[in-house]
């Protein structure tokens, strides 16, 4: 008990004195999930455009698709993207496994089913006659599918802060195709395991204490957002 | 010279067929109203007018030139136009951005939309709202968001889907104040849906009459109102008294017309033997308690079946032999002591009677 009352404080005093431990690592952790969020964002918005006001054949298979894909597992996601960037797999050649490049990558993979899901249903909240009116001010195509974007704001952003939460929480992919090497491919989550699995609580309790208060910050902007 | 017009018309949704061969002409700065009942197929015909949908058969005309189902030159086309909509949605943006957007997808520099931005909101009455979120703003206020969005883009065509129809008496003066006033500045083409007749007449040089789909008669106010041509038109622009009859006597223009149990005198051309119906509007009736001191030459002996009251008017229901309606002020109800049962007697002049021809089906 003194143990863990003993790790607590030294966690503590670890975030309070901003230990360049800690700061490298959470440091690196915002982003790389920062640039996969964005990188899943630029994908996903116009995307999710052409999705929503186009009427195709399988429309509803795909929306199925992407659902299902919200709750691919991390590990999965980390399997694909190692089998593709390994040295034998088909952009191995880029030598890019083991850098936060292709961590990067990994989360994005990640979050867009998400991304995109959520966006396309952000749009689908806009009313129809939003994109009736706009058309009939003269609005071409594009204007109009831009407009219905702004309209659903609040609700996209909604849906870019959820896949930044699952980008930076989850750990099995960040392993896999990071290494979890010092100094090169540490993140927060990664550090946790490992320190855990040494019996080296210290740290990893201070690195849990930031995730979470991040997973605050979020939460409350996303509570401002919904209530507008 | 025709600005807009449509050609052998016809749309549906699914198996409900919505506009049927219809053939309609508005020429450059006329005002044009669309009256009709709900459901009609004003505001679809209004939608393919105004390019914001596709005719299932028939051919729009622009400007004399035949507008293409899609591309460039349609969207070009659309924005020498702008729509009014029944319900406006504003966009969830500043009354400002929401004015300005039409122009900002025209490309328009910067400082000329913002020109023209403040002058419209000026117009509307509405320069003080011009940062508040346009969501937050009443009924009639979006209204004339709405207008304003529309009217900042000088369009050569207005169309108006019953511009006032969601509003109270008060917002609905101020827009159509505002309408007509556009109608007089800028020589705009207006074409404007409502189901209100007296809009219509008010704001409109001619009107369209649609019904089921078809333009039933086109005229002016007075053609309409005066000399609907089948029974249907006759009902919806308040000809209450509408009795079929046959013509048995024409005299040099006045026929007589015997309904049954009684004949009414009728200016007309309509020969002898043919099936009419005689119509009357009921605020062309006068009602008084002895029939000797008016030269009119209808005077039919009532008795009164049920007064009810109608703002300033009082609407009397009679029996003569047939049924007949009046609408008279309250004033001149109150002196003759109209009520149910009482006797009066019903006077209308032969100009006033409207003779229409009854079609056997």
């Given at each position: 008990?003194?143990?863990?009352?003993?790790?607590?404080?030294?966690?503590?005093?670890?975030?309070?004195?901003?230990?360049?431990?800690?700061?490298?690592?959470?440091?690196?952790?915002?982003?790389?999930?920062?640039?996969?969020?964005?990188?899943?964002?630029?994908?996903?918005?116009?995307?999710?455009?052409?999705?929503?006001?186009?009427?195709?054949?399988?429309?509803?298979?795909?929306?199925?698709?992407?659902?299902?894909?919200?709750?691919?597992?991390?590990?999965?996601?980390?399997?694909f993207v190692l089998v593709l960037f390994s040295r034998a797999g088909p952009l191995g050649d880029l030598g890019l496994l083991?850098?936060?490049?292709?961590?990067?990558?990994?989360?994005?993979?990640?979050?867009?089913?998400?991304?995109?899901?959520?966006?396309?249903?952000?749009?689908?909240?806009?009313?129809?006659?939003?994109?009736?009116?706009?058309?009939?001010?003269?609005?071409?195509?594009?204007?109009?599918?831009?407009?219905?974007?702004?309209?659903?704001?609040?609700?996209?952003?909604?849906?870019?802060?959820?896949?930044?939460?699952?980008?930076?929480?989850?750990?099995?992919?960040?392993?896999?195709?990071?290494?979890?090497?010092?100094?090169?491919?540490?993140?927060?989550?990664?550090?946790?395991?490992?320190?855990?699995?040494?019996?080296?609580?210290?740290?990893?309790?201070?690195?849990?204490?930031?995730?979470?208060?991040?997973?605050?910050?979020?939460?409350?902007?996303?509570?401002?957002?919904?209530?507008? | 010279?025709?600005?807009?017009?449509?050609?052998?018309?016809?749309?549906?949704?699914?198996?409900?067929?919505?506009?049927?061969?219809?053939?309609?002409?508005?020429?450059?700065?006329?005002?044009?109203?669309?009256?009709?009942?709900?459901?009609?197929?004003?505001?679809?015909?209004?939608?393919?007018?105004?390019?914001?949908?596709?005719?299932?058969?028939?051919?729009?005309?622009?400007?004399?030139?035949?507008?293409?189902?899609?591309?460039?030159?349609?969207?070009?086309?659309?924005?020498?136009?702008?729509?009014?909509?029944?319900?406006?949605?504003?966009?969830?943006?500043?009354?400002?951005?929401?004015?300005?957007?039409?122009?900002?997808?025209?490309?328009?520099?910067?400082?000329?939309?913002?020109?023209?931005?403040?002058?419209?909101?000026?117009?509307?009455?509405?320069?003080?709202?011009?940062?508040?979120?346009?969501?937050?703003?009443?009924?009639?206020?979006?209204?004339?968001?709405?207008?304003?969005?529309?009217?900042?883009?000088?369009?050569?065509?207005?169309?108006?889907?019953?511009?006032?129809?969601?509003?109270?008496?008060?917002?609905?003066?101020?827009?159509?104040?505002?309408?007509?006033?556009?109608?007089?500045?800028?020589?705009?083409?207006?074409?404007?849906?409502?189901?209100?007749?007296?809009?219509?007449?008010?704001?409109?040089?001619?009107?369209?009459?649609?019904?089921?789909?078809?333009?039933?008669?086109?005229?002016?106010?007075?053609?309409?109102?005066?000399?609907?041509?089948?029974?249907?038109?006759?009902?919806?622009?308040?000809?209450?008294?509408?009795?079929?009859?046959?013509?048995?006597?024409?005299?040099?223009?006045?026929?007589?017309?015997?309904?049954?149990?009684?004949?009414?005198?009728?200016?007309?051309?309509?020969?002898?033997?043919?099936?009419?119906?005689?119509?009357?509007?009921?605020?062309?009736?006068?009602?008084?308690?002895?029939?000797?001191?008016?030269?009119?030459?209808?005077?039919?002996?009532?008795?009164?079946?049920?007064?009810?009251?109608?703002?300033?008017?009082?609407?009397?229901?009679?029996?003569?032999?047939?049924?007949?309606?009046?609408?008279?002020?309250?004033?001149?109800?109150?002196?003759?002591?109209?009520?149910?049962?009482?006797?009066?007697?019903?006077?209308?002049?032969?100009?006033?009677?409207?003779?229409?021809?009854?079609?056997?089906?």
């Amino acid at each position: 008990m003194t143990e863990i009352w003993h790790s607590l404080t030294r966690a503590v005093e670890l975030i309070v004195s901003l230990d360049p431990g800690v700061i490298e690592v959470v440091g690196r952790s915002l982003r790389i999930s920062g640039t996969a969020c964005l990188l899943a964002a630029l994908i996903c918005l116009p995307l999710a455009s052409v999705i929503h006001f186009h009427h195709f054949r399988g429309k509803r298979a795909l929306t199925n698709v992407i659902q299902t894909l919200f709750f691919v597992p991390t590990v999965l996601v980390g399997l694909f993207v190692l089998v593709l960037f390994s040295r034998a797999g088909p952009l191995g050649d880029l030598g890019l496994l083991f850098t936060p490049t292709v961590m990067t990558i990994g989360q994005m993979l990640l979050i867009i089913p998400l991304l995109l899901g959520l966006t396309i249903s952000a749009l689908s909240g806009v009313s129809k006659e939003i994109v009736d009116t706009a058309t009939s001010l003269g609005a071409s195509g594009f204007q109009a599918g831009w407009l219905v974007l702004k309209e659903a704001r609040y609700a996209v952003l909604a849906a870019v802060l959820l896949g930044f939460g699952r980008a930076i929480s989850e750990v099995g992919c960040a392993v896999m195709v990071g290494g979890n090497i010092r100094g090169a491919t540490r993140v927060i989550t990664t550090v946790i395991t490992l320190e855990a699995g040494k019996g080296d609580l210290e740290l990893a309790i201070a690195l849990g204490v930031i995730l979470l208060l991040l997973a605050l910050i979020i939460n409350i902007v996303l509570n401002r957002l919904q209530q507008r | 010279m025709t600005l807009i017009e449509v050609v052998d018309l016809n749309h549906g949704y699914g198996a409900r067929e919505v506009l049927k061969d219809l053939n309609m002409g508005v020429g450059k700065g006329e005002v044009f109203a669309l009256i009709g009942p709900t459901g009609a197929g004003k505001t679809t015909l209004l939608r393919i007018m105004g390019l914001l949908e596709l005719p299932r058969a028939g051919e729009v005309y622009f400007d004399g030139k035949s507008v293409p189902r899609s591309g460039r030159q349609r969207l070009e086309l659309r924005r020498r136009m702008s729509f009014v909509h029944q319900k406006p949605q504003v966009f969830n943006l500043s009354v400002y951005d929401n004015v300005a957007c039409g122009l900002r997808w025209r490309g328009e520099s910067k400082n000329t939309t913002a020109g023209k931005v403040e002058r419209i909101l000026e117009t509307v009455g509405l320069e003080g709202y011009k940062n508040r979120n346009a969501r937050t703003l009443s009924g009639g206020e979006t209204q004339r968001v709405a207008l304003a969005r529309s009217l900042v883009l000088e369009p050569e065509v207005l169309l108006l889907d019953e511009p006032t129809a969601n509003l109270d008496p008060v917002s609905a003066t101020k827009i159509e104040h505002l309408i007509s006033y556009i109608a007089g500045q800028h020589n705009t083409t207006m074409i404007m849906a409502t189901h209100d007749m007296f809009q219509g007449q008010q704001l409109a040089g001619r009107m369209g009459m649609l019904l089921d789909g078809r333009l039933a008669q086109t005229g002016n106010a007075t053609d309409i109102f005066r000399s609907p041509q089948n029974e249907q038109v006759a009902h919806f622009v308040g000809m209450e008294n509408i009795m079929p009859g046959v013509v048995t006597a024409n005299n040099e223009g006045i026929v007589t017309v015997n309904t049954g149990r009684n004949t009414v005198e009728a200016v007309s051309d309509w020969p002898t033997g043919k099936e009419v119906y005689a119509c009357i509007r009921p605020e062309d009736i006068t009602l008084a308690l002895s029939s000797s001191r008016s030269s009119a030459r209808n005077s039919f002996w009532a008795k009164i079946g049920l007064v009810t009251t109608v703002g300033p008017l009082a609407r009397v229901e009679m029996d003569c032999g047939f049924r007949l309606v009046a609408l008279v002020t309250r004033t001149s109800s109150e002196e003759l002591d109209l009520r149910a049962g009482r006797e009066v007697y019903a006077i209308f002049k032969a100009t006033r009677v409207h003779i229409m021809e009854r079609k056997s089906s």
